[in-house]
Structures are given as C-alpha cells and as structure tokens.
C-alpha cells in the first residue's frame, strides 16, 4: 500500500488550551496527546484536484502543528493516525509513535454522507467563485463551507465517544481528512 504521510517534530507541539467540545489537555500529559504523523491511503484517495489536494495538505500540515487526540485508557502517546476506507466504512487505524498498533476503529460513514455532500457542493461553488465571483459572495460561500465543517466536527465527536478523544478543532481538520478521502475519482 502507497501512502501520503506527512509528521511534524513532536517535541514543540503544547496543549491546547480549551475546547469547545471533546477532549481536554492538561499540562502534563499534553505533549502525549497528540498525534506526530497522518498517513492517508492513497488506494482509498485516489487522484484530486489541485484544488482538493491543496486543501487536504494544509489540514495535515494544520492538524500536525497542533491537535488533541487521544485514546482512552491508553496512555502511551504521542499517536499516528492511518486514514483509509474500508468496505465503505471509514478506518481510523492509531499507533504509538513506534508503530505499536493502539487501535484500530470502523465508523460507517451514513450519518456523514448528507454533510460530505453539502460540503462538496459548497467547495465546487467556492472554487469557481474565487475565479468569477465578487468578494461578497465567496464570503458568504466560505460561511456556509465553515457552517458545514462546525456540524461535521460536532458529528464527529459524538461518533467517535469513548473510542478516540479529540476537540472541536481536531474534529474540523479530522472532517477535511475523511472528505478527501471521497474525492476518489
């Protein structure tokens, strides 16, 4: 299997300081956790628009510089995350920054389907308004696009209780990631 991977040096990331929702850091165990590395599935992904791979590059880049994302009852992190699809269910794979498997967990993506939609809808209409659009527009675009990943995000948290720990901005970088992965084709 090819992948995309990309890591940042774990050692300057600090804990976040409060979250809207989801998982909260404290001093201590702030530098573990997190994620140093996000591995996608090139076989899931396929090939993109300059546009889509640019988006998802800046999330990885974003989500790496800074993040909250840990398993519960395992405290052994910092954590790389392997994204992918797997007989139409997402596949969140975690392990230590070793390699050591953590996790691995299917979320089907039903209760995403509505949201990814919109949000493809949304970035098709935003990526031709930049070229064609007055100023007012695209901002109102870019509205409802940030509308949609707020509802992602808060989708996602809820879905991923008890399994995987995350924020409200980790969600929103986490939803851009599992998007990309329905650009296939």
């Known amino acids: 299997m090819s992948a995309k991977e990309s890591a940042s040096d774990g050692g300057k990331a600090s804990p976040m300081s409060s979250a809207r929702d989801g998982a909260k850091l404290d001093a201590k165990s702030g530098q573990a956790k997190r994620l140093v590395a996000i ?3 090139e076989a899931s992904i396929g090939r993109a628009s300059p546009d889509q791979e640019q988006e998802c590059s800046i999330a990885i880049y974003d989500l790496l510089e800074r993040n909250s994302f840990a398993v519960p009852g395992h405290d052994l992190g910092p954590y790389r995350l392997t994204i992918a699809l797997h007989e139409k269910k997402l596949l969140l794979q975690v392990s230590e920054e070793s390699g050591e498997p953590v996790i691995a967990h299917l979320l089907s993506l039903t209760p995403l389907r509505r949201v990814v939609r919109d949000y493809f809808m949304l970035c098709d209409s935003y990526y031709g308004a930049i070229r064609t659009r007055s100023a007012s527009e695209i901002e109102a675009i870019d509205m409802g696009r940030r509308g949609l990943h707020d509802e992602a ?10 399994k995987i720990e995350i ?3 980790t969600a929103r970088r986490l939803f851009t990631l599992i998007a990309a992965l329905h650009w296939k084709g």
């Open 153 to 162: 995000a808060a989708l996602l948290i809820k879905r991923l209780q008890g």
């Open 39 to 41: 591995v996608l599935d």
């Open 167 to 169: 924020d409200f901005d």
